[in-house]
């Protein structure tokens, strides 16, 4: 069983900057209405362009899109 762990501690030594997570930051009030807007199909192209350069920028900002979308589709708007 030792040994099990060994292989464990020194696979996360090895990959350890690929398996350590990173702290979620709030989201701006404005980005957020972005996302809203973006959801809702509302984002004129240019506005949607700075958009998605942004999702780029922050890729945890992604799934706070996909809970924009998935509000519009239940018919839950926040």
Do not use: H, Y
């Not at 404005?30 to 949607?48: F, H, I």
């Not at 350069?53 to 996909?66: H, M, S, Y």
């Amino acid at each position: 069983m030792a040994n099990e762990f060994e292989i464990l501690a020194n696979f996360l030594a090895k990959f350890s900057d690929e398996v350590e997570g990173r702290e979620l930051q709030d989201l701006p009030r404005d980005v957020q209405a972005k996302l809203r807007e973006l959801a809702q199909g509302n984002l004129a192209e240019s506005e949607r362009s700075r958009v998605f350069d942004l999702l780029k920028d922050n890729p945890a900002w992604i799934g706070r899109l996909a809970e924009e979308v998935k509000a519009m589709r239940t018919g839950t708007n926040r």
